[in-house]
DNA sequence: CTGAAAGCGCTTACAG
DNA sequence: CTGAAAGCGCTTACAG
């Protein structure tokens, strides 16, 4: 006697909510008649199952409404989920890039495994863990990049790529823009604006993007035969650490005449020392710059004059080049760099 | 002879990088000369394990770097994932909040799939996905919350938990700030001070914190005999939402006198209108406040009053009742409401 | 407390 | 193209 299935199916529906039994390959198959390799089949992509069988299995998968369990399936093939390693939580240019991140991440059917990597717990520690989940790839987002996370990756033949830091590494894929070109655009700029005195807010150190700035900034305010520059430690990318930073630099006798700041949420910071602590104007009597072209750089109480990372093409070109690997991966990483864009606005005066 | 597995270690390490052999239960339990069963128990906190039994097996794993695979694990068990489901992702409210949820759970040594919620993708659709990961539990801070979402929830048996949102569902955990409390403090701040033709800005439409927090500040206008308000609809939150609405209002005959907006980001736009479009002074000609204290409202620019939503406490009981329904899933659902409190900062004038 | 064995839900050689 | 069967890496009754 087969009772045992009818009733599983009516049991007292009343009750406790009992886990309700999740419909499998095997139910599938029973109801379309097929094998469970055809169910399985069917639900893969690329594999080799005529039109008629993967329609008839559909047709029962829907009437079951069965879900294929992710889980179950990472175990021999992809596991559908790519990992995001962030650090920087506090700077509000990655809230926009995580959104676009994850959605990109969803068009493809996968799903994002969002790892925070603080102080607490070391870079390394996190690839680990999100190892165990046999993450189809990786994307970092952390400024700074230790290197035994790149050998980790390569070690478990992990595709991974770098957003928004500079090609150093060649032993991994990264997508930047070309912060160099950034720090020589805030020097023209201000340079054309006429500052004379400038000087640059340094972003957490050791962190590639602030060191590119420098250089950057640095080489072509020399090239014009400006000297008269220097140089602070701003520390993170944050609201505050900007504003800190500026205060400290106006204690001391060389007040420069114009700031590029590492990064946009710096210079908001520092923008609201500078007139609301020390009463200077911005742009007449400091001119104020960032990087990064966040949202608030387009407000009216900042209304920042900035370098655009081109964001969008960013991310574009992250997403596709991980997936690209991810479905070869043999294919050698590469190491894209994007132009940035000068962006002219009310906090520096109008370049002659 | 058994050949098999020496040849497996050393199979030339310089060739083009195989996927690493992963070690597994089979090999740590062969290592270390015990069963299958103890490698996984000692790998589970509360099985019936001795200590020395228990430790032989992590000598043996260490040795391996055994990492136990939580696709694997998951099939059977917990999948260690906890679903996080966001819309708001232009609301820099929720990255400082993610932060948060993301430590938490990774100090729970789970993990966190990030759900990226849009127009494209219903809620109801993303939940599906979620489910095939079989997540452990799910945080929901969309803003609009359809009734299909929690009955999903219910009927995986899957333990979620609201934040931010007001407790009108009972089926479901929810833990939230009082709205209709964070209206009425509005209401006596901009009273207190000398307003007399109050407006509210309204927030996406339908959502219950918006919903909520304009009928707390209506309610106690009129308890204090102040008639002469206005409602606007503002749209999403959001800097351009906030700050086109102001811009509409105040086209319109009767202008108000004070401004209180569904949220900070949105009275950060509505400042910056209020200030450089429309040319008056805040808080002399117009006193601006907001809800949730972002970090924004603290800065110079902003210097924005506003209700503070207890955050650190928010999160805290979300994450700490969600995993008490995931070790003890027949906990009934509880509604938690936490107080908010009034912070006065520069954009509304010293009340009297 | 411990081990041998069955099972989780799906995939993938292996034959046909 | 399709199916029967073995296997993925782990967990969990079931005995002892």
Avoid at 104 to 119: F, K, M, P, T, Y
Avoid at 192 to 221: E, N
Avoid at 340 to 348: A, D, I
């Amino acid at each position: 006697m087969t009772v045992s299935k009818e009733n599983r199916d009516n049991q007292s529906p009343s009750f406790p909510p009992k886990k309700k039994p999740k419909v499998t390959v095997v139910e599938v198959a029973e109801a379309a008649g097929v094998s469970v390799s055809a169910v399985s089949r069917a639900f893969n992509p690329d594999a080799s199952i005529s039109r008629p069988l993967r329609e008839k299995v559909f047709k029962a998968a829907a009437a079951l409404n069965y879900k294929p369990n992710r889980l179950a399936r990472g175990i021999k093939s992809r596991s559908s989920l790519v990992g995001i390693l962030m650090t920087d939580f506090n700077n509000p240019f990655y809230l926009p890039i995580l959104s676009r991140f994850t959605s990109e991440i969803q068009n493809r059917s996968c799903h994002s495994l969002l790892i925070h990597v603080d102080g607490d717990m070391d870079i390394q520690e996190a690839v680990e863990l999100v190892m165990e989940y046999n993450v189809d790839g990786l994307i970092i987002t952390s400024a700074s990049l230790p290197k035994e996370l790149v050998d980790a990756c390569r070690s478990q033949n992990t595709p991974a790529v770098i957003f928004g830091r500079d090609s150093s590494e060649n032993s991994v894929t990264v997508v930047s823009c070309d912060n160099v070109l950034a720090g020589n655009m805030a020097a023209d700029m201000l340079l054309d604006a006429g500052y004379t005195k400038p000087a640059f807010v340094a972003g957490p150190v050791g962190t590639s993007a602030t060191i590119d700035r420098q250089r950057g900034f640095i080489s072509r305010l020399m090239e014009r035969g400006c000297n008269q520059w220097q140089v602070i430690e701003g520390g993170e990318f944050s609201y505050d650490a900007g504003y800190d930073a500026t205060l400290r630099m106006f204690k001391s006798v060389e007040r420069p005449d114009a700031l590029f700041y590492a990064d946009d949420i710096m210079a908001c910071g520092g923008m609201d020392a500078l007139r609301y602590d020390l009463g200077l104007r911005v742009p007449e009597d400091v001119g104020v710059m960032g990087v990064d072209d966040i949202r608030l750089a387009n407000s009216r109480s900042y209304d920042l004059s900035t370098i655009r990372q081109p964001n969008e093409e960013m991310i574009q070109r992250t997403i596709d080049a991980l997936f690209e690997h991810i479905s070869d991966p043999q294919l050698p990483p590469q190491s894209i760099t994007l132009p940035c864009e000068p962006v002219e606005r009310g906090s520096t005066k109008k370049s002659k």
